[in-house]
């Protein structure tokens, strides 16, 4: 049982770099394996990366692989994604979502998920 909070959005200019958090309440967040997701406005929600519940094991959608980073510190219950070389078409609002390990690799479903932080990057 978490509850993803997502947090580190904003404005910056293309090229640039922003690091977004996901803080997990719960005592078992090491138990999650843990998904971002993003959504622009007029399409659909697109899969960007996930991460298991030791670090060990990442994967990434095709439009932010090379760019993004997804790590996580189990001792402060936070994923994080390290974005770089930031587009415009990155503009989306970004979600955080939680499912329990076990359920394959990657995940095909989650079962909780954050309300979303806008990034927004200017041309």
């Known amino acids: 049982q978490v509850q993803p909070v997502e947090s580190g959005g904003g404005l910056v200019q293309a090229g640039g770099s922003l690091r977004l958090s996901c803080a997990a309440s719960?005592?078992?967040?090491?138990?999650?394996?843990m998904g971002w997701f993003r959504q622009a406005p007029g399409k659909e929600r697109e899969f960007v990366a996930t991460i298991t519940w030791s670090g060990g094991n990442t994967y990434y959608g095709d439009s932010v692989k090379g760019r993004f980073i997804v790590s996580r510190d189990n001792a402060k219950n936070t994923v994080y994604l390290q974005m770089a070389s930031l587009k415009p078409e990155d503009t989306a609002v970004y979600y955080c979502?939680?499912?329990?390990?076990?359920?394959?690799?990657?995940?095909?479903?989650?079962?909780?998920w954050g309300q979303g932080t806008q990034v927004t990057v200017s041309s």
């Open positions: 979502a939680a499912v329990h390990h076990g359920r394959g690799w990657p995940p095909d479903s989650y079962d909780y």
């Open positions: 719960g005592r078992t967040f090491s138990s999650y394996t």
